[in-house]
């Protein structure tokens, strides 16, 4: 949520720069925003990574992301590359790269801002912040070097304590960039917008208006290439403990007083301690869990869970999950905010639904009323990125008929220009040094402390009903039980667009 241009020449380390995570998005980013011009004159990417490379080599090795642009702006982006072969684990690695820096800075004639990228595995974390510190690098003089991590941080509440301790030996809570992708797409940014930037939204948006708000984070694929990793992940950990959880937070917190980072994100903690604990005797309740097995998608047929690559035959890993959760506050008490996210579901769609009650008095007459829904506003994420709320309205003709109608916002019509990719806006923000966008410790620790009873009780009670859903549908059973137990519903996204007329 930058409000200030970026204008200080900056030094980005990425660590990891021949992994997955640093081709796929950090570069493309770096390079999309060097295309824009969003960035200084004065900037350098110092890949850093195991493979046997040169400055010219690793280019080579990026090269295959600049597509279509014209080669001399990716031979330009190229005279800012540079790249130096070390081992993670080894001292000497960082005293190389803090001759680097010095390097670059010499030629420059000032001190650039640096921004240590860990695009590595999680379990790299530790070790390479602990010796950035130890090599000087966390802080020079009043200088403050920036840390960038991804999710997952941890498994679990204690895992997650141990890792943040070794973070902050040496760098401050300042100077950490926790990355949840989510919090990068334009659309998440535009709840608050939604939110505060109107007069309209806000004198409803509470328990008096609100009958219940429903989360979906919905994918068409499976595990991928990520069996190893997903296996000792699921998805509660994968994306309800931090994806599901941010967007929550943006649907549920006061307005701040000011648009910065603590100020958001105190708000946001405030939603956090104002969460129901799910107690262990109540998990079955409140939380839901399915594993996909085999069906089809798009006509295609795909196979289970079980029997992906890299998949243990009788894994227990859930690839679905949904939790029941109610905010102990004034604003939103008795609403429940209902969260489900899973793998090879019917289509890729994210959604935030809010359904707004009934009136208080049905005056028309019953056969004009046939066709009455709730009033509901869906904030849709992806990947038609939209506003929609539906509501009634008479039908033309001589009978008083009742048909939901729907007003509808997308941002492909309202706007002729891309929205940044999420990486580009958090890289941005990364180096501008604005951390709204970021999870703060506080926050992690809280998700973490919010599902680790759904965590213990999965895991002391294996599920004996995997796999429980099919390819291609909307899920368990079970997770239907936790919205019918309330007499409520999911509303299928694609039914939420298909029953109004447009
Ligand atoms: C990641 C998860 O954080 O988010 C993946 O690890 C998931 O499992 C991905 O597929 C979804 O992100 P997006 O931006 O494609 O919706």
Redesign the pocket.
Known sequence: MNTQPLSNPFTLVLFGAGGDLAWRLVVPALFALFSKGHIPEHFQLLGVDRLDLDADGFCSHLAQIHGETPPEKWGNFCKHVDYLCGDFLEHDSYRRVSERLQSYEAELGERAERVFYLATPPSLFVPIALHLGEAGLAADGDARARLVV???LGRDLESFLEINASLTTHFTEEQIYRI???LG?ETVQNILALRFANPLFEPVWNRSYIDHVAIT?A?S?G??N?AG??ET?G?LR??LQ??LMQLLCLVAMEPPAAFDANDIRNRKMDVMHALRPITPERVHEYAARGQYGAGWIAGQSVPGYRHETGVDPHSETETYAALKLHIDNWRWQDVPFYLRTG?RLPA?I?EISIRFNPVPHRAFPVWADQETQPVRLTLQI?PDEAIRLRFMVKEPGMQLRLRPADLVFDYADGFQEESPS?YETLLYEVLVGDASLFMRADQVEAAWRLVQPVLDVWAATPPSDFPNYASGSWGPEAAETLTARDGRGWLTPAAARENGPG
Request: no cysteine.
């Open positions: 991804e999710k997952p949840d992708h989510f797409k984070v994918e694929l595990v991928e990520r990793y997903y992940a998805a994968d994306m931090n994806h793998k890729k994210s992806q999420a």
